[in-house]
């Protein structure tokens, strides 16, 4: 007499649940896959480091329209000295809004050579709708936390160093 694999009937061929099992297997495969992806898909973000008077900052970069729409929305802050940089091909009027934020920022509008055309100050989350524009063309715009150094001190016309990569 010999003896039957579980997962084989008399015929040799796979049971419905081995199959399934193997089903089950591969799906959970494929979730793991889609999850890691995701999770380390977030740690690739471009940053640029810029020089603000004496500070040094770290600028989360959005290039593309889903980065730019998403901007800094649904999150509930930003480390201090850290903010977001808007990096356009060209300069355009350009205007920010503060759907779904949950904090105060200022946003900076920069020309071509990297210096400041408008400064907005505390622009709190309660102001959505309402949309924030630069008072000129701008290539970049800058969004930092509020609390973060002088921004409210920055004057029109004052450069900020940092690489465009």
């Known amino acids: 007499m010999s003896t039957l694999n579980k997962t084989q009937n008399k015929d040799g061929a796979k049971t419905a649940s081995a199959r399934n099992y193997r089903l089950l297997q591969v799906i959970g495969l494929l979730i793991l896959i889609i999850f890691v ?4 898909g977030n740690f690739k973000k471009e940053y640029i480091k ?6 040094y ?14 901007g800094l929305s649904g999150r509930n802050s930003m480390p201090k000295n850290h903010g977001m940089i808007f990096v356009y091909d060209d300069s355009d009027w350009r205007c920010m809004w503060m759907k779904d934020m ?4 200022d946003i900076i509008w920069l020309d ?29 715009v800058i969004e ?18 940092f690489n465009n990569q």
């Open 37 to 40: 992806g995701i999770i380390f």
């Open 112 to 140: 071509d050579n990297k210096q400041i055309t408008h400064v907005e100050n505390n622009v709190n989350p309660d102001t959505f709708p309402r949309s924030f524009c630069g008072k000129t063309t701008a290539k970049y």
């Open 102 to 105: 949950r904090f105060a920022i």
């Open 144 to 161: 930092v936390n509020n609390e973060d150094i002088g921004f409210s001190e920055l004057n029109v016309g004052a450069k900020i160093d």
């Open 50 to 55: 810029a020089k603000i008077e004496d500070n």
């Open 57 to 70: 900052f770290f600028f989360e970069v959005a290039r593309t329209q889903a980065e730019k729409q998403q």
